[in-house]
């Protein structure tokens, strides 16, 4: 089928090589913050700073349509991004969140299908192991995994580069990995996975390598205050 829906911007790759070689591990632990109280609940995959077009108020969120539900605190400035889904039939449910803060963009995911042949193709599978099937992929030049925990889970991370031979999608400009995942040749990026009742939650910090330094520590900032919800 062909795309219904476009996102408004392509997700610019942010993050720096791993430094360590492949199979590595070192561990970096984000702490998890308390859950909202149901009475003052604000809805971060809806219009977060009043309308769709307003950047966030500075405050404490939860996802309401994406799944697994979780929690997380953001300071002003920061922008959802429109939920949408282009290579998916009518029975998928909201599967991601690209929240943005020039210059760069934070996006929660679950990917429901994998590095589409072609535009409107559903792609393959998403594998058991995604951090493994994402370190095997030649379309980046990623280091070794790490060990990470975000909102009281173990994950994987994974730091990189997109490969200068990435496979470039002539209608995005970009490779797209799956639907809020697309990235530029020679941007970096940082992809987590973390296992959250069943589902693997993709976050991928995103940025240009110049802005990358700036951007991450914002980033940082707002992943360590997520927590999920059971």
Request: aromatic share 8%; net charge neutral.
């Amino acid at each position: 089928m062909s795309h219904s829906v476009r996102a408004t911007g392509l997700i610019g790759l942010a993050l720096l090589f791993a430094a360590c070689s492949p199979g590595a591990t070192a561990t970096v632990s984000v702490a998890p913050t308390a859950t909202v109280a149901a009475s003052t609940v604000a809805y971060l995959d809806e219009a977060c700073g009043g309308t769709q077009s307003s950047p966030c108020k500075a405050g404490t969120y939860q996802s309401r349509s994406f799944k697994p539900t979780f929690t997380v605190t953001v300071t002003a400035g920061w922008r959802p991004g429109r939920l949408l889904r282009t290579f998916v039939g009518a029975d998928e449910t909201a599967a991601g969140i690209p929240l943005t803060q020039a210059p760069g963009e934070l996006i929660f995911t679950v990917p429901t299908s994998l590095d589409p042949p072609a535009p409107g193709d559903l792609g393959s599978k998403v594998p058991a192991d995604l951090a493994a099937w994402l370190a095997a992929n030649k379309n980046f030049v990623l280091g070794g995994p790490t060990a990470v925990t975000i909102g009281g889970l173990a994950g994987v991370q994974l730091d990189g580069i997109v490969a200068a031979n990435a496979k470039i999608d002539p209608q995005d400009q970009a490779y797209r990995l799956s639907d809020y995942l697309l990235f530029r040749v020679g941007q970096h990026v940082r992809f987590a996975v973390v296992t959250v009742g069943g589902a693997q939650v993709v976050l991928a910090t995103v940025a240009g390598a110049a802005d990358w330094d700036t951007f991450v520590k914002a980033a940082d900032q707002t992943i360590g205050t997520l927590a999920w919800k059971a």
